[in-house]
């Protein structure tokens, strides 16, 4: 098969809107040259469109007119290796998305063990801080609540009580196995976040095996976080206040 049809195939089979670059084309480094003019030449068409150095999305069309990919997506490329995840939106737009702050962002932060990831989208700029730990498609969720207990007390415009409560419910639908893994991810962050897991999972009398966290804290240690016991009754006793 020529490049010309692989790349008309495989972006046949792509979902309107998606965002993607060469390596999402199944194509060999070799047969990048002939790939680069499909591309332009799919351009010129008006099949796909270039989102950036090296990006391009399947315009979506409606009778009002063309829509562009949506933030997910348009970060899509850098999110995913092929079609492994390796990254995640966090900072203040995953706390904006999560309903812990009114807050919109001027740039983006994304969470990447293993990418550097520094572009910028329209008047965004989008930069990479590290992952505590790597990142997949069945972890990132968790990682997405670690985040938010990390940065609890610099979350933009934070209603504290209103936070724990949702925070709160969002690790009392995890499952027994998934409850298990935040504990697990949540050794690798930093003991402030570690104390508070401990007593919001505590809070919610899962019966889980908490000790792997309390063990974890320096005991004399106190976490000023701006929680009182009627916020969240188990602060105190994970020296959270």
């Known amino acids: 098969m020529k490049v010309s049809e692989k790349i008309n195939q495989k972006i046949a089979e792509m979902p309107v809107g998606a965002t993607f670059k060469y390596q999402q084309l199944g194509i060999s480094s070799n047969e990048y ?48 290796a092929g079609e492994n995840r390796i ?7 995953l706390y904006n998305r999560m309903g812990l702050t009114t ?23 989008v930069r990479r801080v590290k992952s505590y730990v790597d990142v997949t498609d069945e972890n990132y969720r968790l990682l997405e609540i670690l985040d938010a207990l990390k940065d609890f007390k610099q979350i933009p415009d934070l209603d504290k009580k209103t936070a724990v409560k949702q925070i709160g419910t969002a690790l009392a639908s995890l499952k027994k196995k998934e409850r298990r893994q935040i504990v697990r991810y949540g050794l690798d962050y930093p003991p402030r976040t570690r104390a508070l897991l401990g007593a919001l999972l505590e809070n919610l009398s899962a019966g889980m095996d908490l000790e792997p966290l309390a063990q974890s804290l320096n005991p004399l ?21």
């Open 103 to 125: 807050q919109v962002p001027g740039d983006i932060r994304v969470a990447s063990k293993l990418k550097e990831i520094r572009t910028r989208i329209g008047n965004i700029n």
């Open 87 to 93: 990254a995640y939106i966090t900072g203040t737009a």
């Open 33 to 80: 040259g002939a790939a680069a003019k499909a591309i332009e030449r799919l351009i010129a068409g008006k099949v796909i469109k270039r989102m950036g150095v090296g990006v391009f999305y399947k315009p979506r069309k409606t009778l009002f007119g063309e829509l562009t990919p949506g933030e997910e997506e348009r970060l899509r490329p850098y999110l995913f």
């Open 221 to 241: 240690t106190i976490y000023d976080l701006g929680i009182t016991p009627d916020i969240l009754p188990t602060a105190e006793k994970w020296k959270v206040r």
